[in-house]
């Protein structure tokens, strides 16, 4: 059976580029795009891993991830952070929340399979 990853990004090209990436490598790509109700489509998934932005709409990606990391059914679940801004307090923050894994935008095609195979155990 295939695995689920849930994209939480508000950009439609980078949905669209990962969508395509994730699901040519036999994943079922679920998409959400708004931060306010991000934990509740999370809740309705069964989910292996979550891409999150962090600058999302209605929500920050860290306030997300903070509610995952608090939640038992979530606490564990990998999660790849992604952000355009890269800063070294954006990647601390991301890490002292729990993040598997923190990656700036632009990032490659590779750079994200490499990630995600290794978030995923594959």
Do not use: C, W, Y
């Given at each position: 059976?295939?695995?689920?990853?849930?994209?939480?990004?508000?950009?439609?090209?980078?949905?669209?580029a990962i969508s395509f990436l994730l699901s040519r490598e036999g994943w079922n790509v679920v998409t959400h795009s708004d931060g306010g109700s991000a934990i509740?489509?999370?809740?309705?998934?069964?989910i292996d891993l979550v891409i999150l932005d962090v600058m999302l709409p209605n929500k920050s990606g860290f306030d997300i991830l903070k509610e995952m990391r608090a939640s038992v059914r979530f606490a564990k679940k990998p999660v790849l952070m992604l952000t355009a801004k890269g800063q070294k307090r954006d990647r601390q923050a991301?890490?002292?929340?729990?993040?598997?894994?923190?990656?700036?935008?632009?990032?490659?095609?590779?750079?994200?399979?490499e990630a995600v195979e290794k978030l995923s155990g594959s």
């Open positions: 059976m295939a695995k689920t990853v849930l994209i939480i990004e508000d950009e439609p090209h980078i949905i669209e509740e489509r999370m809740a309705a998934l069964d991301a890490e002292e929340l729990g993040a598997s894994h923190f990656m700036s935008k632009p990032f490659s095609n590779q750079e994200i399979l």
